[in-house]
């Protein structure tokens, strides 16, 4: 049976520092981040010992091309929701803490923004007057640079990774038609005046079926083989396909089916051959179809359409539903996944702008189909493309997507909480309320080990290599029992 | 299409799509005017200069 989809996000945000004239990026993200951070009671650094982001699922590591940039020197901390809060290639980027199904990713990841908000609000009280630093939330510069909203699953080592790749690429290129964040024109190169409007902000900058790279010829399906728990049994699939959604919908529908599709690999039930003969030039095809009316080809010789491609994967999905149940990705959120995947399909097939309250791409489209009507704009118009960047502004005062009023799944009592508290249901609780209860104690922290210090004794490494284990169910009595650091550890025999 | 009328086959508890009369004047009226005093409030809220905000909006390339 498919083990749970332990899953994540983690998110690269645009920023950009106003009134400050030419600013530096890094230097603004760790301004950012320092702010908030030295807002609350200590910090806790990021431990790399663990880090290999050099190794490649199909089984080497890699040699030749130097492993993708750790850049250990920059600010880096861990939250006590079971976040961790850094910058990464010139971006603020936090990954949410490891969640048990999609509904708990959406609301880490909506807490997300909010720290983010938080420090933008935090950053300003350090800035001169008329300086403030801004986020958003998108992929793209709409001048060629692109950053990523990437997921994260975790998998059983057992299962072959080519049938992973099979099974799931179709899947990766056609989801779009509901995880689109939407974009006004195209980066690809001799794109620029074909494309008025693109479902995806990411497509364009695909250039690989497979491979390693996150940063340059960006493959669909990526390798990285960093587990960050037992390597023996599992894998984590590193998803860097996607766009960051403002939508909590796209986000709860782009990493529950996500999540059902790559149970549905693991069980080795996907009958149908579903092989796309050229992926990548059907990734941008899809993106560039609005009207999703276009076909691609099979490898088999057939053709299809994206939506087509997706009922195939919903059928299964129901069939899988009632023959294997939905445990693997939670029994009632599976459910949900499922109902509104349907939901969605149909509405996209019968009149996709119905859906203007549930997908980023649909409301983007809608709003700047209607501004561009009601002033006789050209689609290249700078103000559709000045719209389409602020529609992923985070400040609530100019976001565009604020006032589109798309349906929301989280509650703001749940998000105000998610950010300082983690998930129940996964070992990021354990490292949550370490990091709550003795954080000066702390040295250290990664995804898979806790680093004390309790005075004399040498610093003691609290192994997490079981993504499950240290749930609110097996640790929070123990916790909660300890009066000191020292105490817990004994108790763990660590 | 042959295979599309295929995939129908395997998704026969689907429900048929049910086709809407075309709303009512008085309701696309309201509707439109809904999307106008949305636009105008966006109007509020726009980068003053369009052109400019795109220009300097440059990024890093990133993962």
Known sequence: ?494 | MAEREQIRKTTPERKEEVVEAPPATEKGDKLKAELDDLLDEIDEVLEENAEDFVRSYVQKGGQ
């Open chain 1, 1 to 494: 049976m498919a083990i749970p989809k332990v899953c994540g996000i983690e998110t690269e945000y645009g920023i950009v520092l106003r009134g400050g004239g030419d600013s530096n990026p890094i230097a603004a993200s760790s301004l950012l981040i320092n702010a908030y951070v030295s807002s609350l009671h200590s910090k806790v650094d990021w431990d790399f010992e663990d880090e290999s982001p050099g190794s490649d699922a199909r089984g080497y590591n890699v040699g030749g091309s130097p492993p993708p940039e750790v850049e250990t020197h920059l600010v880096n901390a861990v939250l006590t929701n079971g976040a961790r809060y850094y910058v990464d290639h010139a971006h603020p980027e936090i990954s949410t803490p490891e969640c048990l199904d999609a509904r708990e990713v959406v609301v880490w990841d909506r807490a997300a923004e909010q720290i983010l908000l938080a420090s933008m609000n935090a950053a300003v009280q350090l800035l001169p007057p008329g300086q403030e630093v801004v986020v958003y939330k998108n992929n793209s510069d709409r001048k060629g640079n692109s950053y990523g909203c990437h997921e994260n699953y975790l998998m059983d080592r057992t299962v072959p990774f080519g049938r992973i790749v099979t099974g799931i690429t179709p899947f990766f290129v056609t989801r779009q038609i509901f995880t689109g964040a939407g974009k006004v024109g195209s980066e690809a190169p001799g794109m620029g005046s074909e494309v008025s409007f693109q479902l995806s902000q990411r497509a364009d900058f695909f250039e690989e079926e497979v491979g390693l790279e996150t940063t340059l010829k960006r493959p669909i399906v990526n390798t990285r083989d960093e587990p960050h728990c037992d390597p023996q049994k599992y894998r984590r699939l590193h998803v860097i396909v996607g766009d960051a959604n403002m939508s909590e919908v796209a986000t709860f529908l782009k990493v529950g089916t996500t999540a059902l599709v790559l149970a549905m690999i693991e069980d080795d039930v996907l009958t149908r051959d579903l092989r796309l003969a050229a992926p990548v030039q059907s990734l941008r095809r899809t993106s560039y179809d609005v009207e999703m009316s276009q076909t691609l080809d099979l490898a088999n010789g057939d053709s299809i359409t994206a939506l087509e491609v997706q009922w195939e994967y919903l059928t299964h999905a129901q069939k899988y539903a009632e023959t294997h149940g939905l445990e693997a990705v939670g029994t009632q959120v599976g459910g949900d996944v499922i109902r509104r995947w349907e939901q969605v399909l149909t509405a996209l097939e019968a009149d996709p702008m119905t859906l203007a309250d549930q997908l980023d791409w649909v409301a983007k489209w809608k709003l700047l189909s209607a501004y561009r009507e009601r002033d006789d704009l050209q689609w290249d118009d700078p103000r559709l493309a000045a719209m389409d960047l602020q529609y992923h502004d985070l400040r609530p005062q100019r976001s565009l997507f604020a006032r589109m009023n798309l349906e929301r799944l989280s509650g703001d009592d749940e998000v105000v909480s998610a950010m300082t508290e983690p998930p129940l249901t996964t070992r990021a609780y354990f490292r949550g309320k370490c990091l709550q209860r003795w954080g000066d104690q702390i040295m250290a922290a990664n995804w898979d080990s806790l680093v004390f210090d309790v005075g004399n004794d040498p610093l003691r490494r609290v192994p997490m290599m079981e993504p499950l284990k240290g749930t609110a169910a097996h640790v929070d009595q123990l916790i909660r029992e300890c009066a000191t650091a020292s105490e817990l550890l004994e108790r763990l025999g660590a």
